[in-house]
């Protein structure tokens, strides 16, 4: 590392380091590695980081969002959270629910009507009439109510049967006593025993049926008054959290349950297969859905409702179900609902729900990643205890291990100076690294495990580029040496950038032949190409009218994205599409050993594109001996020192750079970067 182009926490390293080779005996690798954990100097694992307990102080990086989420909680508004998945969405809605108050919580009971069996009655009641609970195993309102109606039913049900109980004992004696008296002989004993055990055996069935009947609701019979409570939140010290990201109807809005025995009789009466949803279940607390626009429009109208009239009745879900018939009088809904997605949500979202949250609410767009600052580093090695105390079973991680991890988060985050905030994918490698230190039944996680765990926890994508790799470099689908004319080696990521996502080579070829039509010329591009990505290699056009002053209408320009099953999306490959036409069209080689990425303007300006280190690290694996970047894009480029030295990164402005580096040496190459520097503005 030398003193240019140095981030400013680089600098303090680098200075570090040079100021330790001047002590004997001092390691001037640990130096640098420590210094990089800012201020953590008196910390040796995560054990000595303390943990907050509430949820809210948890939360890594969203400082915005927990201000909302305070305020949010505080005046009961709504929340719509839109941001990429693992950036913290869910432990927000979490945290606001901790932060509402236990003392407002009802139990909601549902009653038999007397009046009208298929409207049955609705009872909310204080959880805790004298506020929060003092201790959590104490019963809430609800349960105790439920609880003195089901002893009042058995006290009934002990009066019903304590009639039919002396019969059959006093019949039994007597038919003994008979028995013993000498005047019955012969077979009339058996007889008489077949008759005692007949006895026995209807008295008991009709006990049985006597305790049956005031379940099922036999007419004629004793009838039962016992509630339903359907929802329960003794024990809780905080207002509920429902999760109903993914529910259907009936687990959102409650359902009523069909009862196949609703002839004759025998049926299980209306109010006691009322099932509460989560509109209900969240009542006072947080409603949380995620991904909201895969609810159904009719669904969000629905939930519109509930969040409008603060109640819901419960009705069957299935016009084909019993359950249709019954419909409850509204129950209480009044909750908070945190509705989150990604960016493509938004457009799908019902207009009149997302009006409700913003006339009621907060709309935050979360962050996806933060600066590499001191105060944020301090934060992640908190992230990193968290995780450990929140899985409960790795060990703790020394210091070395966490500037490992941080230093992941950094490379991930694909820009420069930024820390990724898409921490549940990071959490997937802190519990890696700690069962890897389990197997090697070590106490405590070091930068031997987390090296370790990067390879072992490779995500789905990265052990498919591995696999394409090896199938095309056995079968020559691209080359990493000599020259050829009109193919390049063009570069890609297999999922999103702002993930986890994996590098590899995107061949492509091109074919510059006399137009077909007398009208004009065709670019035609295949390979399973997205909008972006056909409209990108259109522009191409565009520059090589202006710059290459070929009259493109004579032509047919066929670009071709070899082998790309996968489909190719976004610009990115624009300058390695221009290269492959040039040399095509000028019948110039072009270098196999250089693989490239970026984007270009329609002026032949190279712009900045995403994924350059999954990209250099694919171009590293392929055997490439050089690679060509956007220059706004080098200090994207986070690749351990001893790897990156396996390769020359070479960045570019202008479409001129990236012809003097790919085309093969000699007049043609240098005819064409002096057309194109007289055009270039």
Do not use: C
């Not at 019969?167 to 019955?184: E, H």
């Not at 709309?363 to 990193?384: H, L």
């Not at 960045?651 to 043609?668: F, M, N, R, W």
């Amino acid at each position: 590392m030398d003193g240019r182009n140095v981030r400013p926490w680089q600098a303090m390293i680098y200075m570090s380091a040079k100021n330790a080779k001047k002590k004997k005996g001092t390691n001037t690798k640990r130096t640098v590695r420590y210094d990089a954990l800012y201020g953590l100097e008196n910390i040796k694992t995560t054990n000595d980081i303390k943990v907050p307990e509430r949820l809210i102080d948890q939360v890594i990086g969203q400082n915005n969002a927990v201000e909302i989420i305070k305020k949010a909680a505080k005046q009961r508004r709504n929340v719509l959270l839109i941001g990429e998945p693992g950036v913290g969405k869910t432990m927000l809605a979490q945290a606001m629910a901790e932060l509402l108050p236990a003392a407002d919580l009802e139990d909601i009971l549902v009653y038999k009507n007397p009046n009208d069996e298929n409207m049955p009655i609705i009872k909310a009641v204080k959880t805790y009439p004298d506020g929060s609970p003092k201790d959590t195993n104490m019963d809430g309102q609800g349960r105790i109510i439920l609880q003195k109606e089901r002893m009042k039913n058995r006290m009934t049900l002990s009066k019903g049967g304590s009639i039919v109980s002396p019969i059959v004992m006093i019949l039994v004696i007597a038919l003994f006593a008979l028995s013993l008296s000498g005047l019955i002989k012969g077979y009339e004993i058996i007889v008489l025993a077949a008759l005692i055990l007949g006895i026995f055996i209807f008295g008991a069935m009709a006990i049985f049926i006597s305790g049956f009947t005031r379940r099922v609701g036999l007419p004629g019979m004793t009838e039962t008054n016992e509630p339903k409570l359907i929802v329960d939140n003794t024990g809780l010290t905080h207002a509920p959290f429902v999760d109903a990201t993914g529910n259907k109807a009936g687990a959102l809005f409650g359902d009523v349950r069909h009862d196949p025995l609703q002839s004759g009789g025998l049926g299980t009466p209306a109010h006691l297969r009322v099932e509460s949803g989560a509109v209900h279940k969240a009542n006072k607390g947080v409603l949380y859905i995620d991904e909201i626009s895969s609810l159904d429009p009719r669904s969000q109208q629905e939930l519109l409702t509930a969040m409008q009239e603060k109640k819901y009745p419960i009705t069957g879900q299935s016009e084909m179900s019993s359950g249709a018939l019954v419909k409850t009088e509204p129950a209480p809904s009044d909750f908070i609902l945190v509705a989150a997605g990604n960016l493509q949500d938004i457009q799908h979202m019902h207009p009149a729900l997302r009006s409700r949250i913003r006339g009621y609410g907060y709309e935050v767009y979360m962050e996806s990643s933060v600066p590499d600052t001191k105060k944020n580093r301090e934060e992640f090695a908190r992230f990193i205890a968290q995780e450990v105390k929140k899985d409960g079973r790795i060990p703790p991680f020394d210091k070395e291990a966490m500037y490992m991890i941080i230093e992941e988060a950094k490379r991930r985050s694909g820009r420069k100076d930024r820390l990724t905030l898409i921490l549940r994918d990071l959490g997937g490698l802190i519990r890696a690294a700690g069962d890897i230190a389990i197997e090697k039944k070590k106490s405590i996680v070091t930068k031997e495990e987390v090296l370790k765990a990067r390879n072992l926890a490779k995500p789905i994508e990265s052990q498919i580029v591995s696999q394409e790799l090896d199938y095309r470099k056995d079968y020559q689908v691209f080359s990493t040496h000599g020259y050829k004319v009109g193919k390049v080696n063009g570069l890609a990521v297999l999922g999103s950038s702002t993930t986890l996502s994996s590098g590899m080579i995107m061949p492509i070829v091109a074919e510059v032949t006399p137009a077909g039509s007398r009208a004009e010329g065709k670019f035609i591009p295949t390979g399973k190409l997205g909008k972006i990505a056909s409209e990108a290699v259109k522009n191409v056009s565009a520059v090589i009218k202006r710059h290459m002053e070929r009259d493109v209408a004579s032509y047919d320009i066929h670009v071709q994205f070899l082998q790309t099953y996968e489909g190719i999306e976004g610009d990115s490959a624009s300058i390695s599409v221009a290269i492959s036409v040039i040399s095509a069209m000028e019948n110039v080689p072009v270098d196999q050993s250089v693989a490239m990425t970026g984007s270009m303007s329609v002026r032949g300006e190279v712009l900045p594109v995403g994924g350059v280190t999954a990209k250099v690290e694919a171009a590293i694996d392929a055997g490439m001996r050089a690679v060509i970047v956007p220059k706004s894009n080098m200090h994207d480029i986070i690749i351990d020192k001893d790897r990156l030295k396996r390769i020359k990164v070479i960045p570019v402005s202008t479409l001129a750079d990236v012809i003097k580096y790919t085309l093969q040496p000699g007049k043609k190459r240098d005819d064409i970067i002096k057309r194109l520097n007289k055009k270039q503005i």
